[in-house]
């Protein structure tokens, strides 16, 4: 759920910051004071669009935080952040992100940085947001065949997992497939251009480690002279006429004797020792050295026409010298392939039409368990929408296929959604209702059933009951109330029903001060509660009646919330 809203330099917010609790949240306040800023901040939080004109005047950027508690796995955004490499302390995701008056936006999840893409990603298993005029998730019929699953659950689970495993299959062998069916023209030119690539490649004989060996090797030709002159002189300060090595080889006996009447020089003795014997061996490794130094101009030159030749080798082929026998490998294997392509399409054609056959066989049972659940649902969402007063409300779940042999990562169905809500008037896609109140309450109607599955963690409606009143809007507060036993709600309305519902209850009001707008948010409880229901009902004015009757709606709330609880067990 979200735990805490922190918001900064936001439109009309100044700074803002505040807690939410499980259940069902209402924002409530006048038009204008900020309800739907709320809920923009949050939407960006999630991955919305933004812009420099949420950015507040005279200030350089906004900065959005969400903390989120998550359940015990098994939870969408658990392995939505495995996916991306983020890690989750303790069921705890953060979501932050800060938009600046150049445009620039940073977003970060658990601190790590990452694209809007990404941010948008993990935003949609933590947070569902529906408005008036939007179509979510729910109003996508392309969206519809993943709800029937969801709703179908293990019944369909285990066979969709082996339809997915035999989809993954033949979608890699269909492309391999169309690799190898090139024009007869165009498998001669890969060969030609292949063998002649390899031929090249073999014809350089390239080690692996081969430009390190030679880089180092022409390092030492160069500065063939400095090297000699350099050994040649540290050689003769060692054995030469300086006598070096006897001054220490003297020292080192020297101190033997005194180190035998002496503990005291014992340390220092063995120290000469070990220097005098490791000065001889050096002194004995250079001479050898030395003595098979030669320069040779004929070999500088054999080194760098080598070397020139690997850098041309790789403007061709790759970066370095690995990429050049990676890429040797690569098209020695595509080549086999091409030469035998015939042999190789005709095997390849016979297993895709052995998958296809697998395909449609696992693709039917899908269909056969879909056509079972798709009638339960559209009695559920019926039953639903009759409670919402839809009285004449018929939804049909409907399946359509595909095409003969036609398949995709769900099988070989189409499934829409269509409805009626008129006697006499045609199912239509759901996607084409026009009335916002009878939207309204079809998606309340869906997200009754489909909240307690969905594992979004919280669930935001922005003013779905306009245009509703009366025994809808009652029925609307209590399907919206059931909804925040399953997940967190927070809900912005304008309906006393709602309101009185509520778990929680935040009045934002909108303020001046030194000739700038403010906007603030405060719990209420008690009478202030009843107060702002009353306003809700009657408008400024609160009289002693609408105080009553406000005071009366919130009883009745918390005895209807009792109802719903008792039902849900």
């Not at 949050?42 to 989120?68: D, N, Y």
């Not at 008036?132 to 392309?142: A, K, T, V, Y």
């Not at 989809?167 to 269909?174: I, P, T, V």
């Not at 050096?282 to 054999?302: C, Q």
């Amino acid at each position: 759920m979200l735990k805490e809203l922190s918001i900064k330099n936001f439109a009309i917010i100044d700074e803002l910051t505040v807690e939410f609790q499980t259940g069902l949240t209402v924002l409530t306040g006048e038009t204008g004071a900020g309800k739907s800023i709320i809920i923009d901040a949050v939407q960006l939080l999630a991955g919305g669009r933004g812009s420099q004109e949420f950015i507040r005047h005279g200030t350089k950027k906004a900065e959005l935080e969400g903390l989120f508690t998550l359940p015990e796995q098994p939870h969408p955004a658990y392995e939505k952040c495995e996916e991306l490499g983020i890690d989750i302390d303790e069921g705890t995701v953060i979501l932050r992100r800060d938009l600046y008056e150049s445009g620039k936006s940073i977003c970060r999840v658990n601190g790590k940085m990452m694209p809007i893409g990404m941010l948008r990603e993990v935003g949609a298993t933590l947070i569902d947001i529906h408005g008036q005029h939007e179509s979510q998730e729910l109003m996508d019929d392309r969206h519809h065949i993943d709800l029937l699953d969801q709703f179908a659950g293990e019944a369909i689970q285990p066979e969709k997992e082996k339809y997915i495993t035999l989809y993954d299959s033949y979608r890699q062998l269909k492309s391999e497939l169309a690799a190898l069916s090139l024009g007869e023209q165009q498998i001669a030119q890969k060969i030609d251009l292949y063998s002649f690539q390899i031929k090249e490649i073999d014809a350089c004989e390239f080690k692996e480690n081969e430009e390190t060996d030679l880089l180092e090797e022409r390092k030492r030709l160069n500065n063939f002279h400095k090297i000699f002159e350099g050994s040649s002189h540290a050689h003769e300060a060692i054995l030469g006429e300086s006598k070096g090595l006897d001054w220490i080889g003297q020292a080192m006996r020297d101190l033997e004797d005194v180190a035998n009447v002496d503990e005291q020089f014992k340390e220092q003795s063995t120290l000469v020792s070990e220097a005098f014997y490791t000065l001889q061996e050096a002194a004995f490794t250079m001479k050898n050295i030395l003595d098979e130094m030669e320069f040779d101009p004929e070999r500088l030159n054999e080194v760098e026409q080598r070397l020139a030749l690997i850098q041309n080798m790789k403007r061709k082929y790759g970066h370095t010298l690995r990429e050049i026998l990676d890429y040797r490998e690569q098209i020695g294997k595509e080549l086999a392939t091409l030469e035998n392509s015939d042999e190789n399409i005709q095997r390849n054609e016979k297993r895709v039409k052995e998958f296809e056959i697998k395909l449609a066989e696992q693709a039917k049972k899908l269909t056969s368990i879909r056509k079972k659940f798709a009638t339960q649902l559209a009695e559920k969402i019926m039953v639903q929408l009759q409670e919402l007063y839809m009285e004449r409300a018929k939804l049909i779940v409907q399946i359509t296929n595909l095409g003969e042999g036609s398949f995709d990562g769900n099988g070989s169905d189409n499934v829409t959604f269509y409805i009626s809500t008129n006697i006499g008037e045609p199912p239509k896609p759901l996607t084409k209702i026009a009335s916002g109140g009878e939207l309204s309450r079809i998606m309340i109607a869906l997200k009754t059933i489909f909240s307690s599955s969905m594992g979004i963690t919280s669930i935001i409606f922005d003013e779905v009951d306009t245009g509703v009143s009366g025994r809808v809007a009652q029925a609307i507060a209590d399907k919206i109330s059931l909804i925040s036993m399953n997940s967190q709600v927070l809900c912005i309305s304008h309906l006393p029903q709602v309101a009185a519902m509520a778990d929680h209850h935040y009045y934002i009001r909108k303020q001046e001060e030194d000739n700038r707008t403010f906007t603030s948010l405060s719990e209420l409880i008690n009478n202030d509660r009843i107060d702002e229901i009353s306003r809700m009902m009657s408008g400024q004015t609160v009289t002693e009646k609408t105080f009553q009757h406000a005071k009366e709606l919130v009883e009745l709330a918390e005895n209807q919330k009792e109802v719903i609880k008792a039902e849900l067990q």
